[in-house]
Nanobody, 121 residues
Framework: QVQLVESGGGLVQAGGSLRLSCVGH????????MGWSRQAPGKRRELVADITSRGIVSYADSVKGRFTISRDNAKNTVYLQMNNLKPEDTAVYYCGAGPPWAVVAAQYDSWGQGTQVTVSS
């Protein structure tokens, strides 16, 4: 498993931006699919963005065009740049690592403890 530590959450006004970072500790980081999921109170966890070891990305429709996921394998770090934030983006955001074939959150092996993102209207 990979140990993951997120940072960068906070409070921002609607229309603002935040950048989340996730540092992974583990020798298999470079071969993992990495993703960001979020969970709002009373809602199911949603995988919002993921990236393969080769840099192929995918996004949930709810964030497409506003969020950008990237990774720096040399630094064992994955990022989530969030622009034009909306109140409905308010949630705890989690960084995850999974096997290359993982396409949903349930297939991921490891998750960080999460970082709170709050968007005020």
């Amino acid at each position: 498993q990979v140990q993951l530590v997120e940072s960068g959450g906070g409070l921002v006004q609607a229309g603002g931006s935040l950048r989340l970072s996730c540092v992974g500790h583990g020798s298999i980081f470079t071969i993992n699919r990495m993703g960001w999921s979020r969970q709002a109170p009373g809602k199911r966890r949603e995988l919002v963005a993921d990236i393969t070891s080769r840099g192929i990305v995918s996004y949930a429709d709810s964030v497409k065009g506003r969020f950008t996921i990237s990774r720096d394998n040399a630094k064992n770090t994955v990022y989530l740049q969030m622009n034009n934030l909306k109140p409905e983006d308010t949630a705890v955001y989690y960084c995850g690592a999974g096997p290359p074939w993982a396409v949903v959150a349930a297939q991921y092996d490891s998750w960080g403890q999460g970082t709170q993102v709050t968007v005020s209207s």
